[in-house]
Every structure is written in C-alpha cells, then in structure tokens.
C-alpha cells in the first residue's frame, strides 16, 4: 500500500508595490521536487488580505492586460469608505488567495504556458509569504 506523505514549506518574499507580479513557477517545481510525493496535489496560499495567486501566462503585454483589467474593474481612486487601500482590498476578492494544482508522476500538471504568479494588491511595498502544501503518495 502507497504512503501517504504531506510535505509544507513557506516561501517569504518582499514586493515593491501595487500592481507587481512575483513569479513563483520555479519555486512549485522546486518544492514538488523536495516532496518526494509522486501522485497527489499541491495547495499554494497566500494568507494576505491584500496579495492574491493567479495562473496565467507570464508574458509582459498580458500581464500589463491585467493590471488595466482591474483599474477598470475596480479603479484605483473611487468614493471607498475603507482609508488609503480599500481598492486592493477589493482588487483582492476578483482572485482567489490559493491555488491547487495536480501532481503526477512527481511534477506539477501545468499548462505548456501556465505560471504562478502572487500579484501584489496593496499600495506600497509589503513582507509576503506563500504556503506550499504537497499532499500525496511516495
């Protein structure tokens, strides 16, 4: 019978600011890696009110795409009852503070043009950690 085996690991980070992307594609495959799990999932979450995970392509004209998207969606400048950050707090809610991919064969499934990327929604520069939870079979 297969072992079940649950393996964690935190990644701490700073950002610069609103609207700055942070790439941490490498740091999944590092840390499925150092499971040793071959088959099972990966959770990622960022425990911030204000910074969120997105799966998409890391190209820098969608990325700018995005960062307009929201203006529209949720402007920075707006009559906000919240003081100086209620738009990231509201910018933060369009997108989900975790994210789960599968692992098969002892690497993350994903997509040819996938990346992981914590988009900061704060206003200036902030601390920021990520939990990467790998749960499966040796």
Known sequence: MPELKVF??????????EGEYFDLTDMVH????????RN???HVFAPHATGVLILTE???ALLEDIRSFIEKVVPRSSDYRHPSNAHSHL???LFAPDRT?????GRASLGTWQSLLFLETDVHSRRRSVIFQVIGVI
Do not use: C, Q, W, Y
Request: hydrophobic share 40%.
């Open 101 to 105: 991919i599968p692992v098969v064969d």
């Open 91 to 93: 910018r933060s809610i």
């Open 30 to 37: 590092k840390v499925v890696a150092e499971s040793g799990i």
């Open 58 to 60: 890391n190209d820098p």
């Open 8 to 17: 964690n690991f935190t990644h701490n980070f700073s950002t610069k600011g």
């Open 40 to 42: 099972g999932l990966m």
